[in-house]
């Protein structure tokens, strides 16, 4: 009697967890919409508060924080178009503002050409195809006059770092993701102004990577852009490598230009001959040397995570998925997701969560090209994570270590512009955002795809 009992408890509970694992209603996705577009407020609330004009604001301290020597309004710059896209008017129209008076671009400073890119150029332009405001398309003008000396290199491989006042450079080891993750915004640039220059210093430069590719098709991590000579043959797909291969399918997407898909498709292969790794958890990819491509080390992690949603933007789906699986054992095995992590081992290599969006990121493609329920549960459970452990009185805080869940006062613009949207969009009707007409740049701001 009693083991019929417990064998009718034990189907009534299989029967709980089957529905669950199929079905996310409707009224669930809204609710999670809700409560994603509650945090985006809290946040910018803290902001306005804390950092009003500022850069950032620090969400443990209370305190304002700027980049360089003088703010570049990093946060409303990225957050505008998380704003719109929610339709958060009065948020939208309060960064607009305060990024209409206060943005100067006359920096007598050195800055990160990568960062400036994928943030602010990026920004602006998409604040323009969204909201029509020419003012947006004359600051994104602008700056993307102010970057271009960076190019000035022997190779058209562009320096770190460019003083956006007197077009000085300076540092001259570079990587392939600062390198090559400049296509999308310059091609655009050069579609709304007519100046093809723009393009075609962008594209030079991502394809003289290419172009270094070893003799099994991998670029290393660290390159001279003076000399075009490597000097760490390291290669991987984490951060300093990562988003070169992102933008080499996008920037085929976005422009349908050939020389992209050739130097994606022979890319894409050589990485999944010599760094993908079928493991239990799911698969994941590691790092090895470039001209040999022997193992040097098993290491993935928070950063990695986006080639997912490549690929799965890509036709891969099976792939995305299977990759999809390893993203979420390494975010479910430590609290959260750790930013580097033994996959052979299943331990920790560095562990802090600075409030990366790439794994939800992966899980937002994966939903939209398999539309499987369990993506919507994979993303309820990180944005829960989040709000649980990263929340603070004044934001959302960055992770110091995954295991002790220690905060650090830390919220980076990125996660109004990525982490949030990408989460909002899991969730949300699919006419937000339609991915046959826009490209999403790798700070998450979407490009129009030109008829
Ligand atoms: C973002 O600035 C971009 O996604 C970049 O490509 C990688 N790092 C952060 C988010 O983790």
Redesign the pocket.
């Known amino acids: 009697m009693q083991r019929d009992f417990l064998a009718i408890i034990f189907f009534v509970g299989l029967l709980i967890n089957c529905a669950h694992a199929q079905s996310f209603t409707d009224q669930h996705k809204k609710e999670m919409c809700d409560s994603i577009k509650t945090a985006v407020q809290f946040a910018w609330d803290s902001y306005k508060k804390y950092a009003w004009g500022y850069d950032e604001v620090k969400p443990i301290s209370k305190q304002p924080q700027n980049w360089y020597l003088q703010s570049m309004l990093m946060t409303p710059v990225d957050a505008f178009d998380t704003f719109t896209l929610l339709g958060m008017k009065e948020e939208a129209k309060e960064a607009k503002q305060l990024i209409f008076s206060q943005l100067n671009l006359h920096l007598d400073q050195s800055v990160q050409v990568f960062e400036i890119t ?1 943030r602010l150029l990026a920004a602006l332009q998409t604040a323009y195809e969204l909201d029509g405001d020419k003012q947006f398309l004359k600051l994104a003008e602008d700056l993307g006059k102010r970057l271009m000396p960076a190019f000035n290199s022997p190779t058209g491989m562009p320096f770190r770092f460019v003083n956006l006042e007197t077009g000085k450079t300076n540092d001259s080891l570079s990587n392939p993701a600062e390198i090559g993750t400049l296509t999308l915004e310059f091609g655009k640039l050069s579609q709304l102004t007519g100046d093809s220059a723009y393009y075609a210093a962008a594209k030079k430069a991502s394809l003289e990577i290419f172009k270094r590719r070893s003799k099994i098709g991998l670029p290393g991590s660290t390159i001279n852009v003076i000399t075009g000579e490597w000097t760490d043959p390291d290669s991987h797909i984490s951060g300093g490598i ?2 070169y291969y992102e933008y080499l399918y996008k920037a085929w997407l976005l422009f349908g230009d050939e020389d992209f898909k050739q130097a994606w498709d022979v890319e894409n292969a050589a990485v999944k001959k010599y760094c993908l790794r079928k493991e239990k958890n799911g698969w994941y990819f590691t790092h090895v040397n470039m001209n040999t491509g022997k193992e040097t080390y098993p290491y993935y992690g928070a ?1 990695d995570a986006f080639y997912s949603g490549t690929l799965a933007l890509s036709g891969d789906v099976a792939s995305a998925e299977k990759i999809q699986q390893g993203n979420y054992h390494m975010w479910t095995h430590f609290n959260m997701e750790p930013e580097v992590f033994d996959f052979k081992e299943d331990t920790i290599v560095y562990p802090a969560y600075p409030l ?3 794994n939800l990121e992966s899980c937002f493609y994966c939903f939209r090209f398999t539309h499987r329920d369990q993506y919507l549960w994979m993303g309820e459970r990180m944005v829960k994570d989040i709000f649980t452990h990263c929340k603070t009185n004044a934001g959302y805080a960055s992770i110091k270590n995954v295991k002790s869940l220690e905060q650090e006062d830390d919220m980076e613009s ?1 996660f109004f512009a ?1 982490t949030l949207k990408y989460a909002y969009l899991l969730f949300a009707p699919e006419e937000v955002i339609n991915l046959k007409e826009l490209v999403f740049n ?2 998450a701001h979407p490009l129009a795809i030109k008829k």
């Open positions: 994928i990562d988003s950063l990366r969006p790439e990125f990525e790798t700070e």
